[in-house]
């Protein structure tokens, strides 16, 4: 540690930790982000901030709840820098945050910490570079204080800068896992906040690697966080990928505005550049299309199109050909949906093949039944993952080889090749190799079949738990073996078909299933935790005197709302780290995969008093199985076993569960109805080869098996369907149009942005130009082509809203009160304020040389008024006078030539700046300045 003794160190460590300090950038109360992060990483659950006023200097300081340090922390990280107790892909990894507090200009720096195991304190004298141990601090729980004196600024010191700094930088914290996120104060007031909408519009916006809002407005700003602490803020895309220019495209003055938090960013060393990885790449990907389609929203907001213009500018920037195409492909498949309506009948469930045995109607007359799936390169059941160990959170391993197993039958089988039903307070349910508990009962020949599975055996000494449908039972007589050896099955104390391969080649085994038979509720399946703690105790307190199914809807629930769902190696390795017990261990880490979240399932069933046991095998999809082995719940309750699947993408089995001994209760029965379930007429009775009829189960299932169960929907039912779903994608996308329409002051702004660029020429293949932006008098909006075609006959007019000119004008007039309008005006062609027309409102007498112009006009153009009017400018529009259509020409007194022509009182001058500046004679302005030139001079 730098000390009192060591002044050239110290003085040396501090000049070095200053340098360090300066990466941060400009911003002085950046330290209040990095104290932040720090406590967070501790481990805090509150963060309080505190300043005061001590004479002339100014106190801040900073105090959690976290873990705290020793001395030998304080020495080994805080007084070394690049060395950190964080792990790699971590922010503050490296080493030096902590210093950016000299960013600050402190004289003095109290750093008070209390372990679980020592407190420490010392004193940092920043202006000496000297460091002296103090006394043991007063802390009353393990945490650490940092208190940060400096001479007073008024604009550094000012407490609502402080809070603004520290809720835009740090507000938005949160936790690493497995912990809680910690509660932010600054002067006993909370400051935590989640990110918000900023800007003129914005969406939310959540991936699998970020979250926040993105949106447009006026000014560009783009806010990086991780972990909800601020990183870095950029103003264009450009900068934060400075390799890949154009990112953004066209502006059209509306500029990504956007906090993104993604707790995946690589944060360096000087947190002024980011690590260009995946993570950021996918961040600049989704700002980039979120705040495209955000400008588009506000575009159709300040100036929506007609459909029809839509329509039609769409074509226009496709072209002839890719509509002609997309017309076609449009229509081919509209032609093939109603063949395959009218062709293929659809079951339930998405079971569109018929069942095993049933013919297949392919439109000839031969019957045809589909052979079984190939499969390359399958890998024998005996190489599945051992499952008996206990249920782990397991990573994907990447794409493998299918197992060598296929079935003839409807989807989503689940073939249990393994029961693990043995209670263990550390490791959960585990189960045991399987054993020899006598001949295996068979369904009686004859039965019709659901399933027909094809296993390939290879030879070994050990036994095989034949894979079976869960609540299924081969029927007797259907096995057929390829290989050489006497078959011999026998049953596992789970009542699995057990196959003994002695003496067996390898070869192929075919069986047959069907639902039915009697399964003995084999003992120990109530054997659980004796406590539960978290919101599953509260959970089971809830429910206990409530009905059996109650009962289990709400501990299903409650596993899918408490447990998330994650196979991430992060997560895995965590999971295996903990030496918790297993309930403890996922109340507490809230994680898990198939066989986690189910295990966890049936333990809070056990402790609901309700038998339960976890499954473990495969899914079978389109005649095979998936390559990774999945775990799912089977409880007994009203006298049958039922099948449910708590873990995503929660499959769900097409095969009804199977009642057990004697008939049981009605479902619904109390709990006195469950136990005593292994009495007589269970286990040891023979199988009459009853099958029963299919048993509720949490979540419907679809049905599967025989013909008799599918039903066929009809074309029109189909159709009926696909009508219903586009009427509800309509609705639902308008009500969400309704709901999320931007709005705000800020839209008059981008709106003069939007038509300024429009109005540049510049080419942004959103046709800008016929956007109707302008507001008439009328009510109706008036694009900037429909005011360049006006402007080719007659001046542009505009009027404030109850001129009583403005009626009498023909043609659209402009609203001059629209705040849109003004700033556009110059840019705008020649544009006539009817205020500037005086002569009209009988406002003084006219010179008498307008009086004669007029007259040598009158015979050409009709009625024409010219009148005098303040400025420089020269204009003319058309208005009804007296009930006839008048032309109106406004001379301004400052005009050069209207001056002139004025002053030497010269009709030549003043008529041929009437035919120059006025559409007057816009059809023929050569020829008809030449006539009265001609006719004026004579």
């Known amino acids: 540690m730098p000390a009192a003794e060591h002044p050239g160190a110290a003085a040396e460590f501090f000049r070095r930790a200053g340098q360090e300090a300066e990466r941060y950038g400009g911003d002085p109360l950046i330290f209040l982000r990095e104290l932040v992060q720090n406590s967070r ?67 003095t720096i109290r750093i008070e910490s209390r372990s679980a195991t020592a407190q420490v304190a010392f004193e940092v004298d920043v202006s000496r570079g000297a460091v002296t141990l103090l006394p043991p601090p007063r802390l009353a729980h393990t945490g650490t204080r940092i208190t940060l004196r400096r001479a007073y600024d008024p604009a550094l010191c000012d407490d609502e800068r402080l809070r603004h700094t520290l809720t835009v930088s740090a507000g938005a914290v949160t936790a690493l896992p497995p912990r809680r996120r910690p509660q932010l104060r600054f002067n006993q007031a909370a400051v935590n906040r989640p990110l918000a909408p900023r800007g003129v519009y914005a969406r939310r916006v959540k991936t699998p690697r970020c979250n926040g809002f993105v949106g447009v407005g006026p000014q560009p700003s783009i806010r990086l966080y991780s972990f909800g602490l601020f990183v870095r803020e950029a103003k264009s895309l450009d900068e934060l990928l400075p390799h890949r220019a154009g990112l953004e495209g066209p502006t059209l003055g509306l500029f990504p505005v956007a906090d993104i938090n993604a707790d995946g960013l690589d944060v360096l060393l000087d947190r002024s550049r980011l ?221 699995e078909p057990l196959l003994e391969r002695g ?102 069933l056990r402790r609901a ?53 004697r008939a049981g209760p009605a479902p619904g029965g109390d709990d006195d109805d469950v136990r005593g379930e292994d009495g007589p007429g269970t286990g040891a009775e023979p199988d009459d080869g009853s099958v029963p009829g299919p048993a509720e189960t949490i979540a419907p299932e679809a049905p599967g098996g025989h013909d008799s169960m599918i039903v066929y929907l009809s074309k029109q039912t189909v159709w009926g369907i696909g009508l219903g779903l586009l009427v509800l994608l309509g609705a639902g996308g308008w009500w969400l149009g309704r709901r999320r329409a931007p709005g705000g002051a800020g839209l008059d702004d981008c709106a003069v942005a939007l038509m ?33 075609d ?66 040598r006009l009158r015979p050409a153009f009709g009625p024409v008024s010219l009148n005098l009017a303040p400025g420089a400018g020269v204009s003319g529009y058309a208005v009804v006078v007296d009930g006839a259509p008048t032309h109106v020409v406004v001379l301004g007194h400052d005009h050069p030539t209207v001056r002139a022509a004025l002053a030497s009182d010269d009709d030549v001058t003043l008529l041929d700046t009437v035919l120059t500046h006025t559409t007057l004679a816009l059809a023929d302005r050569a020829g008809w300045r030449a006539h009265f030139l001609r006719e004026a001079l004579s």
């Open 756 to 788: 300024d660029q429009a109005l540049s020429g510049a080419e942004t293949g959103l046709a800008l130009r016929r956007r109707p932006f302008f507001l008439a008098l009328s009510g109706k909006r008036l694009s900037l082509e429909q005011l360049v």
């Open 790 to 855: 006006i402007a080719a006959t007659r001046d542009l007019v505009c009027a404030a809203p109850g001129d009583d000119l403005a009626a009498r004008v023909e043609g659209p007039v402009l609203d001059v009160s629209d705040p849109r309008l003004a700033p556009l005006l110059p840019r705008l062609p020649a544009t006539l304020d009817l205020a500037r027309a005086p002569q009209l409102r009988g406002q003084g007498p006219a010179p008498a040389v307008l009086g004669r112009v007029e007259a």
């Open 275 to 495: 690590g260009e990885d995946k993570v950021l790449h996918d961040v600049v990907e989704v700002v980039t299309r979120r705040a495209a389609a955000a400008r588009l929203e506000v575009l159709h907001e300040v100036a929506p199109l007609p459909l029809a213009t839509r329509v039609a500018l769409w074509a226009k920037s496709q072209g002839t050909s890719r509509v002609v195409l997309f017309a076609g492909g449009l229509l081919l498949a509209l032609v093939l949906t109603v063949a395959l309506a009218s062709r293929f009948r659809v079951a339930p469930g998405g079971a569109s093949a018929a069942p095993p045995g049933a013919v297949t109607d392919n439109g000839d007359d031969d019957d045809v039944t589909a052979p079984p799936r190939e499969v390359r390169a399958p890998r024998p059941v005996d190489d599945a993952v051992d499952p008996l160990a206990g249920p782990v959170i397991n990573p994907p391993e990447g794409p493998a080889a299918g197992w060598d197993i296929t079935y003839e039958g409807p989807d989503r089988p689940f073939f249990k090749t393994a029961t693990l039903a043995r209670y263990d307070r550390m490791r959960g349910l585990v189960g045991e190799p399987p054993s020899d508990e006598g001949p295996y009962r068979f369904l009686k020949a004859g039965t019709d079949p659901v399933y027909i599975v094809r296993l390939g055996v290879v030879p070994s000494r050990r036994p095989l738990v034949l894979p079976v449908p869960s609540g299924h039972r081969v029927i007797a007589q259907s096995l057929a073996y390829t290989g050489e050896g006497a078959l011999r099955l026998r049953r596992t104390p789970h009542d």
């Open 503 to 604: 003496g067996l080649s390898a070869g192929v085994l075919t069986y047959r299933t069907a639902p039915g038979g009697r399964v003995p509720v084999e003992a120990g399946l109530r054997e659980g935790p004796a406590r539960v703690g978290g919101p599953f105790a509260r959970v089971l307190r809830k429910v206990r005197k409530q009905r059996s199914e109650r009962r289990v809807a709400a501990i299903i629930d409650a596993v899918k709302q408490h447990v998330r769902y994650t196979t991430d190696p992060l997560d895995a390795a965590l999971f295996a780290r903990s030496a918790r017990p297993f309930v403890q261990r996922v109340t507490d880490l809230g994680i898990g995969d198939c066989d986690v979240m189910n295990g966890m399932t049936v333990l809070l």
């Open 609 to 661: 008093n309700i038998p339960a046991r976890l499954g473990v095998g495969f899914v079978g999809e389109a005649g095979e199985v998936a390559s990774d082995l999945h775990a799912w719940t089977e409880y007994h309750l009203g006298g049958v076993w039922r099948t449910v699947d708590v873990s995503p993408p929660q499959f769900m089995p097409t095969v009804p569960s199977t009642p057990v001994g």
């Open 41 to 107: 990483d501790a481990g805090a659950g509150t963060i309080a901030f505190e300043t005061a006023h001590d004479g002339d200097d100014f106190v801040l300081s900073c105090t959690d709840d976290g873990q705290g340090m020793s001395q030998a922390d304080v020495e080994r990280y805080l007084f070394r820098l690049y060395s950190s107790s964080k792990g790699q892909g971590r922010a503050g990894r490296f080493g030096v945050g902590f210093w950016s507090v000299l960013r600050f200009s402190p004289h």
